[in-house]
């Protein structure tokens, strides 16, 4: 198996072809979820569902120890900040 990238997130030295990629899928995703509560399923459901299907791709591309050791390191992510959307006053 290969090696996980760390971190996934966008930055200034990723190659622009695969920010554009990321940013691509991530609109698909957004669209998808929006939909999906839309159509009214609870965002908790989809929630657990993405990261189980996030997972289970991770460990199918990179193996069990990679995704584990990637999971291991998300939650000094989330506590540093990385997935946390600034609140937009208007």
């Known amino acids: 198996m290969s090696q996980l990238p760390d971190p996934l997130t966008l930055d200034e030295t990723a190659d622009q072809a695969l920010q554009d990629e990321r940013h691509a899928a991530l609109a698909y995703l957004d669209e998808a979820w929006n939909e999906a509560v839309y159509d009214g399923l609870d965002e908790d459901c989809l929630a657990q569902a993405a990261l189980f299907t996030a997972i289970r791709s991770l460990v199918a591309t990179y193996g069990e120890e990679a ?18 959307v ?5």
């Open 67 to 84: 995704a584990a050791g990637f999971a291991e390191r998300l939650a000094g992510r989330i506590r540093g900040g990385e997935y946390t």
């Open 86 to 90: 600034p609140f937009n006053r208007q």
